[in-house]
């Protein structure tokens, strides 16, 4: 079927635009938007997954409080005939300036969480190289690309009876567009498959941090034995500079991890030295101020209350919760990719942003020896 990209000069295959270049189910298409202040007291993250050969878009909000609660809103449709519009339910994204401007708005709904948020960018986006790739037995399982930007937020979130302002001054946001063939969401218990699916181990790490002259961002995955399968990032500055982009030719890290949760992975602080293609080390000290888990218990990177990601749900379905993040219980279902709002510090500069970490299975490094 024609769409309103197909008026326009930028077609790259011989189809339509509602058809990408594969017929592989797991083609999806990604918008991911995180705003946060500055004190942590507040985290949102927004996402949108379009997935044309499965004929569903969904989207999500996650909204963290003070470290005490979670609110979760999910919604899910059948994405034809209505292919043009980035609407699920009362979610919508809309660009308003093409990478500067983008605005997310969420409607009254019966879950109480409601907001309207637009994100200007202050520097241009990183398109990160190379492309994330992995072929595994013959079959190519990932092939993605994808972009990082950051900027300030302004508007409003309405979430457990009280209204919250965001303001560009008090808040950042991040955000991340990604596309192609993406792998699905594994449960590493599964039994009846070959020797080898289910990974010994491996370590993820993700940032997009802003400071007032420049920003970074970099995606990071390591073996068991911390031998490097993926990696890329760079350095860029605000538009109003005559600097280039720099890449990142690679990272060290030192993260730690809490102790007083058993079966928890997550970090409460590290270091990270970045080392740019141009010969400068940059060293980034990293505090977390604040926890937002989207993985099973808010984008639903995995299967969480019936429902994943990209999973057919009907025509049109909708559903919310609120999770007390201070319980170690809930905590042990929850966490399988946190998302921390952070206070980074190199040199004199402060800058804040996103930094995600991720450890699953055995891994050396950490001292973590299974699942």
């Known amino acids: 079927m024609l769409t309103k990209y197909d008026e326009m000069l930028c077609h790259q295959i011989a189809s339509t635009f509602d058809h990408p ?13 995180m705003a946060h202040d500055i004190k942590g007291d507040c985290i949102v993250v927004v996402q949108f997954g379009y997935y044309p050969n499965r004929n569903i878009i969904d989207a999500n909000v996650c909204v963290a409080l003070e470290g005490k609660t979670q609110h979760v809103v999910r919604a899910s449709r059948e994405l ?16 308003v300036d093409p990478m500067r401007k983008v605005r997310t708005t969420l409607g009254d709904n019966e879950y109480g969480v409601s907001y309207d948020i637009v994100f200007d960018a202050s520097m241009p986006a990183h398109d990160e190289e190379p492309p994330q790739f992995f072929r595994h037995r013959g079959r ?14 302004s508007g409003w979130i309405q979430v457990a009876g009280q209204r919250i302002g965001i303001t560009p001054e008090a808040w950042r946001t991040q955000r991340d567009h990604s596309w192609g063939i993406r792998r699905g969401a594994m449960d ?11 990974p010994t181990g491996f370590f993820y790490n993700g940032t997009c941090w802003e400071f007032d002259t420049w920003g970074a961002s970099y995606h990071l995955r390591e073996d068991w034995d911390g031998s490097v399968s993926n990696f890329s990032g760079g350095i860029f500055y605000p538009f109003a500079s005559s600097k280039d982009h720099v890449g990142l030719a690679r990272v060290e890290h030192q993260f730690t991890f809490r102790t007083d949760l058993p079966g928890v992975r997550l970090v409460n ?31 639903s990177y995995k299967n969480y209350r019936g429902f ?34 952070c206070e980074v510090r190199c040199g004199d500069e ?20 299974g699942f």
């Open 80 to 95: 034809r005939p209505r292919i043009d519009d980035v609407i699920v339910g009362p979610f919508a994204w809309e660009v």
């Open 269 to 299: 602080g590290g270091k990270v030295i970045l080392h740019g293609t141009d010969g400068v080390q940059r060293e980034a000290e990293i505090r977390p101020l604040g926890v937002i888990y989207i993985g099973p218990g808010g984008i």
């Open 308 to 341: 994943t990601h990209g999973m057919w749900m009907g025509p049109s379905w909708m559903d919310g919760f609120t999770l007390d993040i201070t319980d170690p219980d809930v905590l042990r279902e929850i966490t399988y990719l946190d998302e921390l709002a």
């Open 188 to 198: 590493y218990h599964e039994v009846g498959v070959q020797p080898g699916d289910i």
């Open 21 to 33: 270049g594969t017929s592989a189910r797991e083609w999806t298409e990604r918008i991911w938007f």
């Open 140 to 153: 190519v399982i990932e092939d993605i690309r994808r972009y990082f930007q950051v900027g300030r937020p």
């Open 350 to 369: 402060i800058g804040y942003g996103l930094t995600e970490v991720s450890v699953i299975g055995k891994y050396l490094k950490y001292g973590f020896e």
